[in-house]
């Protein structure tokens, strides 16, 4: 009888045997094909509240009923941030499990005014375009619409599109064209940064606050509204590992070591959601924010591994107090997320609904 558990029989068997793959390959993309990712997640109180405490999310009206209530909410609802990780984490499995830099997010839109506890979230995708690499002949460049539904009832809770690097199948010839030019430069012939004279910080956390410091940038020569957050978190092995693996995030580039020590990054990297998350937690932080609208333009400029810590840079980029309820109005930002060593690793515009300290 053979012993399959004999180190060197079991090689040998590892040597003969075919593997079952998981994840799709460039190749198996066609444009306007929907996809139907399977399982998803049913949304709780306690994975809502493990998402916002480990991204210090701590705004109260997702954590008490008195501040849910004076929001306009039912009961403490569940958070954006964490609503859009639980939907791109079972599709990850489908669109982008085999590896692939993510190379961007845009049309974030959250179509509710609250998702509460015990939603049953199905979510599915159009494949949009799907393209060459000019620079890399072994993948293919996929973007599709993913939408977030109610399960029983179809309702769309939110929706994005995403752009990814997926792996082809076979190599095919380039011409190189996307290739970024990578010749050295000296250092003294780069422009300097061309970045106004003046960067103002708003006094407080309300809509005036924003209005008024915009205000004052206009009236300057050479000015505009940014600064900076002072809390950092460093990732470990929660945000890191746990929080993709509780949204159904099967990509081993957050869990899987020995799958990872040869890539570019060496080891186990963040889910780009859980530094998004971070980094607008702490712009949260000051900001009396009443309820999300949407973000575009996020895009993920480098690798953040365990270790890393995570701070948070705000652009002030419109404010309007035109149409909508008259205790809040609009706010546009621009984020960047950086690590300790002050490189950028996300970037992206953010609109939400922020309190005013006064009704007109």
Request: charge should be negative; proline fraction near 6%.
């Amino acid at each position: 009888m053979t012993d399959w558990t004999d180190p060197e029989t079991f090689a040998t068997a590892l040597d003969r045997a075919a593997t079952r793959e998981k994840g799709s390959y460039f190749e198996d993309f066609a444009e306007g094909e929907t996809i139907e990712h399977d399982p998803g997640l049913r949304l709780t109180r306690s994975g809502a509240e493990q998402w916002t405490s480990q991204t210090l999310n701590h705004d109260p009206a997702y954590w008490r009923s008195d501040a849910a209530e004076a929001r306009g909410f039912d009961e403490p609802p569940i958070h954006p941030d964490y609503l859009l990780a639980a939907t791109m984490g079972p599709s990850v499995e489908d669109l982008s499990e085999k590896g692939g830099y993510f190379l961007g997010r845009d049309d974030v839109r959250f179509t509710q005014d609250a998702v509460y506890p015990g939603t049953e979230l199905h979510v599915e995708s159009t494949v949009l375009a799907t393209r060459t690499s000019g620079s890399r002949p072994n993948y293919g460049i996929v973007t599709w619409e993913t939408r977030g539904l109610d399960a029983p009832g179809g309702e769309t809770l939110c929706t994005y599109e995403r752009t990814n690097m997926i792996p082809r199948r076979e190599p095919i010839e380039t011409d190189g064209g996307e290739l970024e030019d990578t010749s050295a430069t000296d250092p003294e012939d780069d422009p300097a940064p061309d970045l106004p004279e003046d960067l103002l910080a708003p006094d407080g956390e309300h809509f005036e606050d924003f209005e008024t410091a915009l205000e004052a940038a206009e009236e300057r020569a050479d000015a505009a509204v940014a600064y900076r957050h002072e809390r950092g978190r460093t990732m470990d092995a929660v945000t890191v590992a746990e929080l993709p693996l509780s949204t159904l995030n099967t990509a081993r580039q957050h869990h899987n070591e020995a799958a990872m020590a040869h890539s570019p990054s060496g080891e186990i990297v963040a889910y780009g959601d859980v530094t998004r998350s971070t980094a607008l937690g702490h712009a949260r932080s000051d900001e009396a924010t009443w309820r999300e609208v949407g973000a575009s333009e996020e895009r993920f400029h480098d690798f953040v591994t365990v270790g890393d810590t995570i701070y948070g840079f705000t652009r002030v980029l419109e404010a309007d107090g035109g149409p909508g309820p008259s205790h809040v109005g609009e706010v546009s930002f621009e984020h960047v997320a950086f690590d300790q060593d002050e490189r950028p690793v996300y970037s992206g515009t953010r609109t939400a609904l922020i309190e005013r300290r006064t009704e007109r």
